[in-house]
């Protein structure tokens, strides 16, 4: 993935006009997991554990590791008004009003993260992708770049596929269940 991204870009910068805000990407998906999603009889460690800034109040071991993974997860019982926990990093999670990211709150189907520090694919352009892949999971080809994420890298856009249970435990717990979409390739081009 890394060696064909590199190669698609240097062929888009090597143009007369450059890359002219179109890069090649590739698309891959995060979403809000919901906690009662998590359960032994799913095949999760469901043990019920605490962590810092939780306040006591348990939840299921896999949920949590989830949490920490998406940056997000929606609680069965709210907990003062507020229906979500965010991972705060460490060890730390804190509850919240609605999954957000650098940029507000995060929309389904709309927002996206990408790597920090990249010229054309910054926090608050607007990008249309070309993949058909992307358009039959997400249900759209226009994403605003409001997020971003530690583990993302160059020319990577992470699509917000919005709130679902996991698609199953292990590496299925970073897929909701709505879709077995792992990555697409697409060209995008900035519109604004």
């Known amino acids: 993935v890394v060696q064909r991204l590199a190669y698609e870009n240097e062929k888009l910068a090597r143009r007369p006009q450059g890359h002219s805000g179109e890069y090649f990407v590739v698309c891959t998906l995060y979403y809000t997991p919901i906690e009662s999603g998590f359960t032994f009889e799913r095949g999760f460690d469901a043990t019920p554990v605490t962590k810092p800034g939780l306040r006591g109040r348990k939840y299921p071991r896999d949920f949590l590791r989830s ?18 926990i965010h991972y705060n990093g460490g060890d730390s999670f804190a509850f919240g009003s609605r999954p957000t990211g650098g940029g507000g709150t995060l929309v389904a189907r709309f927002s996206a993260a990408a790597k920090l520090g990249q010229s054309g694919l910054r926090r608050g352009a607007l990008i249309e992708t070309s993949s058909s ?60």
Request: with cysteine; hydrophobic share 30%.
């Open 133 to 192: 892949t992307v358009r039959e999971v997400f249900g759209s080809t226009r994403w605003k770049i409001v997020d971003t994420g530690g583990g993302l890298r160059r020319w990577q856009v992470d699509c917000y596929y919005g709130e679902d249970e996991p698609l199953g435990p292990g590496r299925f717990m970073a897929r909701p269940r709505g879709t077995t979409f792992e990555y697409a390739y697409a060209n995008a081009r900035i519109i604004e």
């Open 67 to 84: 949490v920490k993974k998406e940056g997000f997860g929606r609680i069965t019982t709210p907990v003062n008004g507020r229906h979500y």
